[in-house]
């Protein structure tokens, strides 16, 4: 997601570390940009998140992913904190992928259209997984999905 209004990465990140099993701690800074990351995790889900704040534009980019082959319930908590965000903030949006092919990306103001097709595009992308490297399925940060399923990756 890139955030519209610019300089809100404080804002986000006040949103972000609210609930108790977010943490964003790892803070940094390259040539440009700052760069705050962190996880939410119940112990039983993972996400990642990413704030990315351009210096220059104060323009911030909000990365959110888990991984496919994370347990089916992981969909309304991902769900819900990508509804929050954009109750608050327009952005514009990417999916990595659109697996049934409506938009892989989502304009400002599209929120309710990209919200209304996120669970419809977790099961595609899910079953398509699946296809792939078999139902194992666990608790896995998205960095380690090919592991749990014995792929390798290169």
């Known amino acids: 997601m890139r955030i519209i209004e610019p300089g809100i990465s404080r804002q986000l990140l006040i949103l972000l570390r609210g609930p108790e099993h977010i943490r964003m701690d790892c803070v940094e800074t390259s040539t440009g940009y700052e760069s705050i990351t962190g996880e939410y995790n119940d112990g039983k889900h993972l996400i990642d998140i990413q704030v990315l704040q351009s210096i220059s534009n104060q323009y911030s980019t909000l990365a959110i992913r888990f991984s496919l082959c994370s347990y089916d319930s992981i969909d309304d908590i991902f769900i819900e904190l990508v509804r929050d965000i954009l109750s608050r903030w327009d952005a ?14 989502y304009s400002p103001g599209d929120s309710q259209w990209l919200i209304s097709a996120l669970p419809d595009e977790i099961v595609e992308m899910r079953r398509y997984w699946q296809n792939m490297f078999g139902l194992k399925h666990g608790v896995v940060q998205t960095s380690d999905s090919f592991s749990l399923v014995g792929a390798v990756s290169s």
Do not use: D, V, Y
């Open 92 to 105: 514009e949006c990417w999916l990595m992928t659109s697996a049934i092919g409506q938009k892989n990306r």
